[in-house]
């Protein structure tokens, strides 16, 4: 008898489906991204519908009137041996215009305040980048106590500089 002759002999382990499950798992993707799609593009996920090019777009808030009242400039002394010499600092103070003469009369209040705030603080803290945000509200806050309530908006920092 040959090998032709035989009988096919069938294997007694089941053959494996290997590409079901990535079949599958492609089906059920593409399935999940449409919901997906459909869920957010129709507002069902907080995602709203698109508009389109030419539509109008929503008006611009008008801007309040301000005033601002330039501070002298500082020039802060660094402790020896830290590498740097001094800071120099100025600002300005964004107010109502009602306010501008108020806070005017209050500058070298301000000013003192702004400098016994920023010796005190380290030199680490100065030389760090993302702390200038964090040194920003802390002497804004502290601007508007000498202020008073409702006076003064915001503090803009014009010069921030360690020699």
Do not use: C, W
Not at 106 to 111: A, Q, S, T
């Amino acid at each position: 008898m040959t090998a032709a002759d035989l009988p096919p002999q069938e294997d007694d382990t089941p053959r494996k489906k290997r590409g079901l499950p990535l079949i599958l798992g492609l089906v059920l993707a593409l399935a999940g991204g449409g919901g997906g799609f459909f869920a957010v593009s129709s507002g069902m996920l907080g995602g709203g519908t698109v508009e389109a090019p030419g539509s109008e777009a929503p008006a611009m808030p008008e801007a309040t009137p301000a005033s601002f009242v330039p501070l002298d400039p500082l020039v802060i002394n660094l402790p020896p041996g830290s590498g740097r010499r001094l800071l120099r600092f100025a600002a300005q103070i964004e107010v109502a215009p009602d306010h501008a003469a108020e806070v005017e009369s209050l500058r070298p209040r301000i000013v003192d305040v702004l400098n016994t705030y920023l010796r005190a603080v380290e030199l680490a803290d100065l030389e760090d980048p993302a702390a200038l945000t964090r040194l920003r509200a802390q002497m804004l806050r502290r601007v508007q106590v000498v202020a008073g309530a409702g006076r003064v908006r915001d503090l803009l920092v014009m010069e921030f500089v360690l020699d």
